[in-house]
Nanobody, 125 residues
Framework: QVQLVESGGGLVQAGGSLRLSCAAS????????MGWYRQTPGNRRELVAT???????NYADSVKGRFTISTPDAKNTGYLQMNGLKPEDTAVYYC???????????????????WGQGTQVTVSS
């Protein structure tokens, strides 16, 4: 029904930049909120940044001033611009979106949360 696919991760040196993309596809009617989370082995998934449809943003203190989240564009793709990367930013980054979609089997229009499969970001010192 709805799929989220992240891309843009990779290996970068400390101080470098990456831009992550989150492409949402399926029978999407609207995206209420989109967020980015990250997780390292043995740790809980933590919030990085979120943005509402109206453009209100929330950032983890550790990324404020370095990361910028953007609202999904007309192709339902959202972005996370990451500048000034640090080794401690190394993690798997996941996209999350609250989506209103059309259920093809019931013809209803529910709202649900979806996750992408994650993209690895590695920052070397």
């Amino acid at each position: 029904q709805v799929q989220l696919v992240e891309s843009g991760g990779g290996l970068v040196q400390a101080g470098g930049s990456l831009r992550l993309s989150c492409a949402a596809s399926g029978t999407i009617l609207s995206i209420h909120n989109m967020g980015w989370y990250r997780q390292t082995p043995g740790n809980r998934r933590e919030l990085v940044a979120t943005i509402t449809r109206a453009g209100f943003t929330n950032y983890a203190d550790s990324v404020k001033g370095r990361f910028t989240i953007s609202t999904p564009d007309a192709k339902n793709t959202g972005y996370l611009q990451m500048n000034g990367l640090k080794p401690e930013d190394t993690a798997v980054y996941y996209c999350n979106a609250e989506v209103v979609y059309r259920d093809g089997s019931t013809f209803r229009e529910p709202t649900a949360n979806f996750w992408g499969q994650g993209t690895q970001v590695t920052v070397s010192s």
